[in-house]
């Protein structure tokens, strides 16, 4: 069984503090993307990332592929009361295209003013 | 406009009633979903459509019936609720069901079963 594992699921932070989020997995997957939901809302796509090692950068949140393929993690500088929210990793599921993503079991951030 | 909608979007039933949720997505996607985030905010799959046709149906209790009238539409109809059907239901749609398109996501429908 694929499974995706959140680490840590909740964090309360003061603003500016910056912090990481991890992703892992026992098994190897072509791909990974992280979500953020916002209370009353869907999860809304931030990045995918699809290469060993790879590193994406969106402002201050720094995205990072394993370069085994099994295991992301999500680094926010600098933490505003704006990324106050619910942050998911999913990867695809499944041995064939069928557009299925199992997603870790989230991580909840509040970021204090 | 809104890419994923879904109606209702609070919906408060007692057990044993029937219920549908619909869903519409205007991106010109292929695929769409189903989802259900328990009470721990756990996201999982329950069925997926592509053009119309079944792709995905994860162990869902047969009282769970989707049903596609066309791409751009994916209702979920329920028979004879349970408490434990109590959840926020997400409606999601992708380009096509290869890996790493990103999908889309409506803004939940919450189910309450009293």
């Known amino acids: 069984t694929q499974l995706l594992e959140q680490s840590p699921q909740f964090l309360s932070i003061q603003e500016g503090e910056n912090l990481t989020v991890y992703c892992n997995s026992s098994s190897v997957f072509s791909s990974l993307q992280w979500y953020r939901q916002e209370p009353g809302e869907g999860p809304v796509l931030l990045v995918t990332?699809?290469?060993?090692?790879e590193v994406k950068k969106l402002k201050r949140l720094t995205f990072q592929f394993g370069d085994a393929r099994k295991d992301s993690s999500l680094h926010i500088t600098a933490a505003q009361p704006g990324d106050t929210g619910l942050y998911l990793c999913a990867a695809p599921g499944g041995s064939s295209n069928t557009g299925k993503l199992i997603f870790g079991q989230g991580t909840t951030l509040q970021v204090k003013p | 406009d809104t890419a994923v909608s879904q109606t209702p979007k609070y919906l408060v039933t007692q057990m044993g009633n029937d219920k549908s949720i619909k869903c519409e997505q205007n991106?010109?996607?292929?695929?769409m979903y189903w989802y259900k985030q328990d009470s721990k905010k756990f996201l999982k799959i329950m069925f997926s459509y592509n053009n119309k046709e079944l792709i995905i149906n994860e162990t869902v209790p047969n009282r769970f019936s989707p049903k596609s009238p066309d791409k751009a539409h994916l209702n979920l109809h329920i028979n004879s609720l349970e408490l434990g059907d109590s959840a926020v239901y997400f409606c999601?749609?992708?380009?096509?069901?290869?890996?790493?398109?990103?999908?889309?996501f409506g803004d939940g429908t919450r189910l309450s079963i009293l």
């Open positions: 991106l010109g996607h292929d695929t």
């Open positions: 990332v699809v290469t060993g090692g």
């Open positions: 999601a749609s992708s380009q096509d069901r290869t890996r790493n398109q990103p999908q889309h």
